[in-house]
């Protein structure tokens, strides 16, 4: 052994230290994915890829950068240090980045190009700057006069105009004479126009409350009134102090926001409303323009979600009529695929009603034409059409579940059930097209691949790099990469039949002869796949490396598998994900190389709530569980989230009680390790505390960990660097330790 020791003591540092992960690298060290461009946007002209890209001495402070399309040179036009006042965000700022998971990035952290492709509005240090491009540098950035905080900033299409909120009203700038005008006045207290409501901004996928016509003749925008919604106080912890916050929170089965849709004109201020119909217990979930600016869509779903109404709102005389309406025995997936082609006489739609999303084609006045997918397989999204070839570009998995591909349809639907691959490589593709969609940019990964990014061709062919990331040498991830794992993929039967896809990483020096512990770590919640492959999971790499067989599979509920694969949630959660959970569990425990007496489950959010069930319902079958962020009781959650799968509490009690882990704590036996930021404003701390009274209660014993001003992400980096230490050491102390004690070893 002394000898063993005096030659390790003397091999170079990088074969004894550097060759592997450590979580400082992966938390604290930032930047192992390399320089990967965020908000990649391809100029209306087609002329220049614009992105975000994080600063080499910070990789969580943005600044704005171009790639010009025909000289083929890269450079930054926006450094954000020369701009940023260093303001405090207001808390409606604070609150926006949350929603959008973006909270902990600073710098310029969004943009918008103007219509002609001269110029980008960009937000900043509590500012709003318009850049022009091929400006002198001094007269190049326009700082316009919003007079303090605003929201949602917007260049009208036009080019006339530039618009935001302020006060809880919509105003414009005129550019021309830079003259601020306030086109509503009724704005305060629980009264918002032009935004997104939470539930909106959280659960809809729309943060926008406002939008303009083609012509700049119109904006039509939603005022929300939330007097009805129930005041929910709750204390927000923080090391120093402690808030007591006073929210108007739609909790389920509580009352929601009202809501009206509004037409005002921005050089009058004139306001006329769209009538929404008597039922006011509804939810305003999409608004678009059709590309003539004299007509409106709207999007409307009853508090039940089971039905979606597609409504067409003549501007000028405001009638309107019902072109389409989806039906649903359980609920409705929203999307944003509505597409209205040029001549404004017909659109794109997209539906479930076969059990797979597909893309169909009707006329203006709702008269189906034809579908233009079809099959046993799902679309993810509509990613472009270009017209004048009649070609539809679609993201979709339809070769493999656990890749992302970019594939092309004819709009005549000619093919509606062979669509033709764009995207070369397997693994993930996210393709940002054109507004012609004749150019596109790619951005992939795989497991061995960090995310490159390329400008393409509409048939896939290269043009050229935005960012080609090659993991040589000189990559941030060059010192770990010889002790990669590469994870192997496979497929399981839920009890139904249906294929359970998973990711599997064997544990570093991987000896067939041998027992390892097994950390298992899932989300499971409704639209979400955690089963990709693509680059990253550099958490889940480093436990194999640190001697664990690491495990993930995509349960029934999830997303990209069609209505049958999803729908098994309806009205119980927490029982179809939790039976295929231990599916994957029970094949593990029959491999050889597998210590099947430990065996740790992690999850986060969702995922932490599924860490209470399985603990609870089947705590003989798990040593133990980390739970970061659990909902614990559902009627804490929101309204449409919540109620798209349970209903309300009051028309389904017995499911409300059976979806959440109370029910079942008399099975929990294994040790829970609790973990939740003290002023968690997504899934309140409540939750927490409230599972805490209960296991207290019932004498079971837990551990936890606390963190005060953390928000739902621990979106700081000495949050997240220590959470993951606690959740590592915890999992080691009950699998790793435990284990040696039980064979005897040191």
Known sequence: MRALLLVLLFLPVRMVMADTLNLEAIFAGGGLDGPVPRELKISPDGKRI??????????????????????????????????????????????????????????????????????????????????TLDSPADKSVRELPTGGDFLDPQISPKG???????????????????????????????????????????????????????DDSAIAFERYDEANVAVVKRSE?????????????????????????????PDTGLTRWVDLGEDSDIYLVRVDWLPDGKHLSYQLMPRNQQSLDLRLVDVASLEQRSLLQENS??????????????????????????????????????????????????IDKLLGIDEASGTVYVQSNRDYVSDTQVYALPLDGSHADSPERISKQDGTHYATFAEDATIYLDQFSDPATPPQVSLNKADGSF??????????????????????????????????????????????????????????????????????RAWGEHFLNYMAQQGYVVFTLDNRGMDRRGRAFSDVIHRQLGNAEVLDQLVGIRWLKAQSWVDG????????????????????????????????????????????????????????????????????????????????????????FSNTTALMAEL???????????????KHGLSTTTMKLHAYHAIVNWMDRHLKAAAANQSGGP
Do not use: C
């Open 50 to 131: 614009t992105f975000l890209r994080a600063r080499a001495d910070d990789q969580n402070r943005l600044d704005l950068w171009e790639y010009h399309v025909a000289d083929k040179l890269t450079r930054r036009l926006v450094d954000a240090d020369t701009l940023d006042s260093g303001n405090e965000l207001s808390d409606a700022e604070k609150s926006r980045r949350e929603r959008a998971r973006i909270a902990g990035v600073s710098g310029i952290v969004g943009y918008q190009w103007s219509p002609d492709g001269r110029a980008l509005l960009f937000p900043l240090g509590g500012k709003l700057y318009l850049y």
């Open 160 to 214: 006339g105009y530039v618009s935001f909120v302020q006060g809880q009203n919509l105003k414009v700038i005129d550019l021309a004479s830079n003259a601020t005008r306030s086109l509503t006045k009724d704005g305060g207290g629980t009264i918002h126009n032009a935004e997104a409501e939470f539930v909106a901004q959280e659960e809809m996928d729309r943060s926008r409350g406002y939008w303009w016509a083609a």
């Open 237 to 265: 912890v923080y090391a120093d102090h402690t808030e007591v916050i006073e929210q108007r929170y739609p909790a389920a089965g509580k009352n929601n926001v009202t809501v009206k849709l509004g037409l005002v004109a």
């Open 329 to 378: 025995k359980t609920w409705i997936n929203l999307n944003s695929d509505l597409r209205f082609l040029e001549d404004s006489q017909s659109f794109v739609w997209a539906s479930e009603r076969s059990g797979y999303k597909h893309l169909y084609l009707y006329a203006v006045d709702g008269t189906l034409r034809h579908p233009i997918s079809a099959g046993d397989w799902n």
């Open 463 to 532: 043009i050229a790099w935005i960012e080609e990331n090659p993991l040589d040498d000189t990559h941030p991830y060059a010192a770990y990469r010889d002790a990669r794992i590469a994870p192997e993929f496979g497929t399981l039967k839920a009890e139904d039949g249906q294929a359970l896809h998973y990711r599997l990483y064997k544990p570093a020096g991987f000896d067939p002869a041998r027992r390892y512990p097994v950390f298992i770590f899932y989300y499971g919640g409704p639209h979400v796949q955690k089963v990709v």
């Open 597 to 684: 007496a430990h065996v740790g489950v992690f999850g986060w959010s969702y995922g932490g709530y599924m860490t209470t069930m399985l603990l609870a319902k089947a705590s003989e079958q798990i040593t133990a569980g980390v739970a970061v962020a659990p909902v614990t009781d559902w009627t804490l959650y929101d309204t449409f989230y919540t109620e798209r799968y349970l209903s309300t509490p009051q028309e389904n009690k017995a499911g409300y009680i059976r979806s959440a882990p109370f029910a079942w704590l008399d099975g929990l036996s294994s040790p829970l390790f609790l973990v939740h930021g003290m002023a968690d404003d997504n899934v309140l």
């Open 696 to 710: 207290q209660t019932r004498g079971i014993q837990f551990d936890l960990m606390t963190y005060p001003g953390g």
